[in-house]
C-alpha cells in the first residue's frame, strides 16, 4: 500500500449524547480503521451517563470534545472545528463503520472526484440489512442502494466532508437542533457550486 504520506489526514468525529454502549461499540470499529492519518474523537453533547469517562478510561487514543450543553446538531460543527484532518467523517453514535477500509475508500472518493465536498454513506439496520428510516435520497432505495450516484441531500449521522467546505458554509445550522439540518446543509455546499456524493462504501 502507499506511504501515509500520500494520504490525505482524516477525522472521524462521533456524536454523542446519552448512549455509552453504543458509543462503545462505535469507537471499537472507527479505530479498527486500516488508514495512516486517522484521528477519533467524541463530541459529546453534555451527557450524564458517563459517556464521557468511559472514553477517557476505555479509549486513550481518543480525543474527547465535552459540550457545556445539549446544542443537537451543532455538536457536529464543535467536532469538525476539533478535528485536525483535512476530511473529517461525521457519525452518530450508533452507526457503525463495518469495513477497516471505510476510511480508505473515503479518502479515495475525495481525490477520485474533486468537486465534491461530501459523501454520504449507507447505513445498515439491526439486522444488517438497508436502513429505510435513514434513507433519504431522491431515488428509489431498493434499486440506487448498492450503487454511486450524485444526490441533493447529506446524511448526517453518517457523512464525510472536505473540512475547509464544511466550516467555509457554516456547518450545521444550530437553530434547527435535530431534523431538516442534512437538508440545509446541502443546500448550502451545492450553491458553493460543490457536489454531494452517496457512495454504499
Not at 457545556?68 to 451543532?74: I, L, M, S
Amino acid at each position: 500500500r502507499t506511504d501515509a504520506m500520500s494520504w490525505p489526514s482524516i477525522t472521524i468525529s462521533i456524536l454523542n449524547y446519552q448512549r455509552k454502549a453504543t458509543l462503545r461499540v462505535a469507537l471499537e470499529a472507527a479505530l479498527a480503521q486500516d488508514y495512516p492519518n486517522l484521528e477519533v474523537l467524541v463530541a459529546d453533547n453534555a451527557s450524564t451517563d458517563g459517556s464521557d469517562r468511559m472514553v477517557e478510561a476505555e479509549f486513550p487514543r481518543v480525543r474527547l470534545v465535552r459540550l457545556p450543553e445539549n446544542v443537537g446538531c451543532a455538536a457536529r460543527n464543535a467536532g469538525v472545528a476539533a478535528a485536525k484532518g483535512e476530511i473529517v467523517i461525521t457519525l452518530d453514535n450508533d452507526v457503525i463503520l463495518t469495513s477497516p477500509d471505510a476510511a480508505r475508500t473515503v479518502a479515495r472518493l475525495f481525490r477520485q472526484r474533486p468537486t465534491v465536498a461530501c459523501v454520504s454513506f449507507k447505513i445498515l439496520d439491526s439486522t444488517g440489512d438497508l436502513s429505510r428510516r435513514d434513507w433519504c435520497h431522491p431515488r428509489d432505495a431498493h434499486e440506487f442502494a448498492d450503487h454511486e450516484f450524485l444526490t441533493d441531500y447529506v446524511l448526517e449521522g453518517a457523512s464525510a466532508f472536505r473540512r475547509e467546505v464544511f466550516e467555509r458554509v457554516g456547518g450545521y445550522w444550530g437553530p434547527l437542533f435535530l431534523g431538516h439540518e442534512g437538508g440545509d446543509l446541502a443546500l448550502r455546499i451545492l450553491n458553493a457550486g460543490h457536489d454531494l456524493l452517496y457512495s454504499p462504501m
